[in-house]
């Protein structure tokens, strides 16, 4: 283990890089743990957003892993994740308000959660990929594709 390594305390695929955002942020993942955690507990509650998930996921401990997994990846860059977000979403019954009330929730979470470095650098994340998310949700219900997933 190098000293890269050491400091970032988080197995990484580009230590070094992981190591720098921690110091800038103070993220790592027993607080992006926390912050799945917390998110998902809202998201369950809130009326538009929880039905949509019951009706799909039984199992909560799995998919709170998954997500710990793809924070830990987008945020830290450490490639815990191996997954295709995209399809999984792809054919859910939404629409922009949808991701836009996501995004209220998360970010709410993340200032309770995080620091507020670390707060604004998972949230600039979220927007980014809400904002992919939606396009192709939205593009595949235009062209008709038929849900696969
Ligand atoms: C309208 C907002 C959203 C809804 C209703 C939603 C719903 C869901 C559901 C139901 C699943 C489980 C799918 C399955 O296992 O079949 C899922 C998985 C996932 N979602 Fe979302 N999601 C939303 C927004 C987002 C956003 C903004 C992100 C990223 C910033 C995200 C990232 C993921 C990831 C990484 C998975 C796991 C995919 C895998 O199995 O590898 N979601 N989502």
């Given at each position: 283990m190098n000293a890269h390594e050491m400091s970032a305390n988080v197995p990484s695929m580009r230590p070094a890089v992981t190591a720098q955002?921690?110091?800038?942020?103070?993220?790592?993942?027993?607080?992006?743990r926390d912050l799945v955690h917390a998110f998902y507990a809202k998201v369950r509650m809130d009326p538009?957003?929880?039905?949509?998930?019951?009706?799909?996921?039984?199992?909560?401990g799995p998919h709170l892993d998954r997500m710990t997994a793809f924070w830990s990846s987008v945020a830290?860059?450490?490639?815990k994740y191996h997954g295709a977000p995209v399809q999984k979403h792809v054919g859910l019954p939404v629409i922009w308000a949808h991701f836009d009330r996501w995004l209220d929730l998360f970010r709410e979470t993340a200032g309770e959660v995080c620091s507020p470095a670390g707060a604004k650098h998972v949230t600039e994340r979220a927007?980014?990929?809400?904002?992919?998310l939606n396009m192709a949700v939205q593009d595949a219900r235009e062209s008709g594709v038929p849900d696969l997933s």
């Open positions: 955002i921690q110091a800038e942020t103070g993220l790592d993942e027993v607080v992006l538009d957003l929880g039905p949509i998930f019951a009706d799909r996921i039984s199992n909560w830290l860059m450490t490639g927007e980014r990929i809400a904002r992919s």
